[in-house]
């Protein structure tokens, strides 16, 4: 063959075709063919992953209105998963099955369900302010929420709602060691639920604040009983950061309409934009959040819906809470990475302002304020706090920082750029144009104690004219940046589809450790043993009153049980585990017309419940494909009306012989053959070395177990002449025997081509 394509190009050639769409192209043939440049070509290698090699970087970005969050490689952009956290996903089964919905519903506010979410922030869990690549949180904007999600499996674990916010966008933040996940009111409301005041009541009643949520690491969980907020004036709270090295214990959270103007256009009032944008100054909150907690601890706190909120006047009371101005309209404050300074960008400002932790920290030992703002709250001068101004350019949003120290990134919205610049000097380095309307930008680890470097994420709200167009709804475009030199170089444009990401985080991606499979029979949810968990040979189905529940088992190629007899008005709960060990072996579920559908990866239990109110004949079945009997993964939900009888039943006609009986039986001791010979190569080599290859063994060690008692049925049936039943058993032996063979080969792929050795 190789000898053919050798021979048939030099014929090629020798008659003068060498650019024939038929050989095979060079690199110029191609370049010259699509109009790429040698620069277009040095950003493709820079971005290109070959199939099998993998990703250095994993990002987790906000998936904006869709309420999920989008995972994706860098330096590919390709898109690796949907976390589903505030919407239904039914592919994961989220929503659709009870276990998942049991966190979804936790979401309810008011006793309503919230199917969407606005997603901003995520945040992975820091460890001595460096990622640890354990734990993933994010915010919904739009209702009050935070969601934990645990990085061992991807999945959603806990929602909870904000008790006292209307609103919050400037969460997640998390505190160097994840002791606290910080979220901050967005829009000020009055603290109590469901409480009117009118608009004439802004600065006496409305109030924001910041919630410090407690994350207890060994649960995995965020404990709502250890959680406090801290009340502040009603400056609409914007993002936040917490303090590092020098800075911890300390956090940060901007604000805007500080004027606490209320709009009014339909009383003839100049609008909100005008009016909160009046000053020249806004407020940047300081608070020692560690005194805060030891303060709550002591009682200091009032519970307001339950919950603990430490009120204003204690807070300054003792000198826990300060201001500081910052040019007007601010959007990030992001803390450098040794903890020492903060950048603070103003949106109508040109300049980015870098204050000194440790200037602030001078100010309020000395008791040198310049003001109180009108809640009593010291404020201290902004040439007390400053290190620097540096003037970037139009509409300055984001910064983040380089494993290069003093070297900063800021997002510029509308001049549509990312700046370079070194936030020591005050210098800016380098600049280069994003398409269009930054917002966010993300550097690898950007955010923690020890950055990355190596890339940049540009979050752009408007792709305009980037991607062939599909509608007035255009996608976002994340552009990938390489920072690694002193020019930045853009590399690729990713069209992200699934709604208005806000922020990224990305992680090394050695330091994530996630699970292949679950223990048999656990809920992935709680991450506890599921109830309803079943082993093989021990599916049953309780009918008890009309509540039917099922303890069935999903393993290729069958769900058991194969029928589920009700009667209408049943209440149904089918309880499902998942027995395989083999990797990225799942099953999903569902019954026709029932909206449920549930996703059970290699060892998980999930359970859907609905209630079997109309007559009729439901098939069920497995919805991924997950073998060749695939589709043969079937069943059927029969929901008699009441009180039916079964009529005359005719004996059903012998449908096989002794032939068919004899052909099946040799099809097994040939299929044998293949077998053993993928056995012995297995052997062979060192596969025990390989933790992948000896799962893939104990799977199909598992399938050739089940041979034996579907060998003796067969036999037992052929004594007896029933060729029927003889026949569907030794076909059953040879189901067995496909899948294992099936897993056999895979194995004995693997091996060769991670280079197994020959063992004696
Ligand atoms: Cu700038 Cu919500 Cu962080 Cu949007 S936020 S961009
Ligand atoms: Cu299991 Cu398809």
């Known amino acids: 063959m190789k000898q053919f394509v050798v021979k048939s190009t030099a014929l090629l050639l020798a008659a003068g075709f060498a650019a024939s769409a038929y050989s095979a192209e060079s690199l110029q043939d191609v370049m010259k063919r699509r109009n790429l440049s040698q620069q277009d070509l040095l950003a493709a290698s820079k971005t290109y992953v070959p199939t099998g090699k993998r990703d250095e970087f994993v990002a987790f970005s906000s998936g904006g209105q869709s309420g999920q969050i989008i995972v994706y490689g860098i330096p590919s952009m390709r898109i690796l998963k949907y976390i589903a956290v505030f919407t239904p996903e039914p592919w994961q089964g989220y929503g659709f099955d009870e276990n998942s919905k049991a966190v979804l519903r936790q979401g309810n506010i008011d006793g309503k369900e919230i199917n969407w979410g606005d997603t901003h922030h995520p945040a992975i869990s ?70 009117f005041y009118p608009l004439e009541e802004f600065n006496e009643k409305y109030r924001g604040g910041v919630t ?78 560690k005194k805060a907690a030891e303060l709550v601890a002591q009682g200091k706190a009032k519970k307001i819906n339950g919950h603990n909120v430490l009120m ?8 826990i809470l300060f201001l500081v101005p910052e040019p007007k309209s601010p959007h990030g404050v992001d803390v450098t990475p040794d903890g020492k300074f903060l950048t603070v960008a103003g949106k109508l400002d040109t300049h980015v302002s870098v204050y000194s932790f440790e200037k602030i920290q001078a100010a309020i030992k000395a008791g040198k304020f310049e003001s109180k703002d009108a809640y009593g709250i010291p404020v201290i001068g902004m040439k007390d706090a400053l290190h620097t101004q540096v003037q970037l350019g139009l509409g300055p949003l984001h910064t983040q920082y380089d494993s290069k120290p003093c070297i900063a990134y800021t997002s510029l919205y509308v001049d549509s750029q ?3 610049w070194n936030h020591c000097e005050g210098k800016v380095l380098d600049k280069i144009s994003v398409h269009y309307n930054i917002g966010h930008l993300m550097t690898m680890e950007g955010d923690s104690a020890d950055p990355k470097g190596h890339y940049l994420v540009a979050l752009n709200k408007l792709a305009i004219d980037r991607f062939v167009p599909v509608g007035p709804l255009h996608p976002q475009n994340h552009q990938l940046i390489d920072i690694s030199n002193d020019k930045m170089q853009l590399l690729y444009d990713m069209p992200v589809p699934l709604g208005e990401p806000h922020y990224v985080v990305a992680i090394e991606a050695a330091k994530l450790k996630p699970g292949v499979r679950y223990k048999v029979g656990t809920d992935s949810r709680t991450d506890k043993p599921h109830p309803g968990a079943t082993k093989a040979g021990e599916e049953e189905t309780v009918k008890k009153g009309n509540k039917i529940t099922v303890y069935g088992t999903l393993i290729r190629s069958h769900i058991t049980p194969e029928t589920i007899e009700a009667e209408v008005g049943d209440e149904i709960t089918i309880h499902l585990t998942n027995l395989e060990r083999a990797q990225d072996e799942t099953h999903g579920f569902t019954v026709s017309t029932f909206n449920v559908h549930a ?74 053959v293949v077998i053993d010979s993928v056995v012995g190569y297995i052997t062979s080599v060192n596969f025990k070395d390989f933790p992948d290859v000896v799962n893939m063994v104990d799977d199909a060690t598992d399938q050739l177990n089940k041979i034996k008692d579907a060998k003796a049925k067969h036999e037992a049936a052929a004594a007896k002449k029933d060729w029927d039943q003889a026949n569907l058993w030794a076909e059953q032996v040879w189901q067995y ?18 280079g197994a050795k020959k063992v004696k």
């Open 126 to 195: 820091e460890t001595q302010g460096k990622y640890d690549g354990q734990f993933l949180f994010i915010n919904d904007k739009a209702n009050p929420r935070l969601a934990v999600i645990d990085l061992r499996d991807f999945e959603t674990k806990q929602i909870v709602v904000n008790p006292i916010f209307k609103s919050e966008h400037g969460g997640a933040f998390v505190t160097p060691n994840t002791e606290y996940i910080i979220e901050a009111a967005q829009y000020a409301s009055p603290l109590e639920n469901k409480k």
């Open 212 to 289: 410090y949520w407690k994350f207890d690491r060994k649960e995995g969980r965020i404990d709502p009983k250890a959680s406090f907020s801290l009340e502040l004036p009603p400056y609409s709270q914007d993002l936040s950061d917490a303090g590092k090295g020098p800075s911890d214990g300390w956090s940060f959270t901007n604000s805007f309409c500080s004027e606490r103007y209320v709009g009014g256009i339909e009383k003839g009032r100049p609008p909100y934009e005008a009016g909160c944008s009046a000053k020249d100054t806004d407020y940047l909150h300081v608070i020692n959040w």
């Open 312 to 319: 204003m006047e204690t807070a300054i009371k003792e000198g």
């Open 418 to 420: 990312v700046v370079k």
């Open 599 to 672: 996703s059970a990866e290699p060892g998980k239990t999930v359970t859907v419940k609905f209630k079997a109110d109309k007559e009729g004949v439901y098939p069920y079945y497995c919805t991924e494909f997950c073998s060749a009997l695939h589709l043969e993964m079937q069943g059927y939900l029969l929901v008699k009306p009441k009180g039916w009888k079964p009529g005359k039943v005719v004996a059903a006609k012998a449908v096989y012989t002794e032939t068919d009986y004899k052909a099946t039986v040799k099809k097994v001791v040939d299929t044998q």
């Open 737 to 754: 025997q496909v899948k294992a063979a099936d897993i056999g080969l895979r194995a004995k792929t693997y091996l060769e081509q991670n």
